[in-house]
């Protein structure tokens, strides 16, 4: 059985048909262009709340998380744009998105050349809405489930280069992705953060490479516009 499948086993019956999963996103998404990222378009939520209190009321109840997926967050339009502009980072590389949400940073990266670009959820949801846009911008993006932060350092793991979209905003997820880096940079996998400044982003352990001014949705943010940095990770963590 593959990891997808033994992971999927966890949900509801009826929440596992991939129709009722596609169902759902494509009612309550819409395919548009991301706004600092044009040349990619994406199913997303044309209703902020509605969608957001609907997913907490129905979702919570199986214990899925809140729906991510459905927006184009700032950190993650900051590093799509810093990938499609130097297309060199990604080109000829495997890529993994971690966290992938809306899968737009793996699909930047495969529209900029990446020999293969993994984008990684733990949500169903997210995994349908990544093959939905994938399909809608016709690249090839493989949507996994495997959850990266759960398993011990693979010295074989089938990517070169880690891209991470707003990911440091609780402090525990953050300590995580943080102890997850420092792992991969150990064994010469180098990783780009995408972030505008979420509360536990390890700034004295980055370097910004590029520097973006995000349009962002009020209802979820607290300011219409964000600006974000494209961050690499500059030392290597406690032995």
């Known amino acids: 059985m593959s990891a997808d499948a033994a992971a999927d086993r966890h949900y509801p019956l009826h929440w596992r048909r991939a129709c009722e999963l596609e169902g759902f996103v494509a009612a309550n998404t819409r395919l548009q262009p991301v706004s600092h990222a044009p040349e990619i378009s994406l199913h997303l939520a044309h209703e902020a ?9 129905e979702l919570g109840e199986i214990g899925l998380p809140p729906p991510f997926w459905a927006f184009a967050w700032a ?25 992938a949400g809306s899968g737009l ?10 020999t293969v670009a993994i984008a990684a959820d733990i949500d169903p949801f997210a995994r349908v809405a990544i093959r939905l846009n994938a399909r809608a911008n016709g690249v090839s993006v493989t949507a996994s489930s495997r959850d990266w932060l759960s398993e011990p350092p693979d010295g074989d793991a089938p990517f070169d280069v880690a891209l991470i979209g707003d990911l440091f905003y609780e402090a525990p997820l953050a300590r995580r992705v943080l102890r997850w880096l420092d792992d991969h940079a150990a064994r010469a996998r180098p990783a780009l953060i995408g972030d505008p400044g979420r509360s536990y982003l390890p700034r004295e352990r980055l370097d910004a490479v590029a520097e973006y001014r995000i349009a962002g949705c009020r209802e ?19 032995d």
């Not at 993650?76 to 998105?97: M, S």
């Open 220 to 238: 979820l943010e607290d300011t219409d516009v964000k600006r974000t940095r494209v961050w690499r990770l500059s030392q290597a963590g406690p």
């Open 105 to 114: 940073v793996a699909i930047a990266a495969a529209k900029a050349g990446a």
């Open 75 to 99: 950190g993650g339009q900051a590093l799509a744009r810093y990938v499609l502009d130097t297309p060199e980072t990604v080109r000829g590389r495997r890529v993994l998105d971690l966290g």
């Open 49 to 57: 709340l509605p969608l957001w209190g609907k997913t907490e009321e």
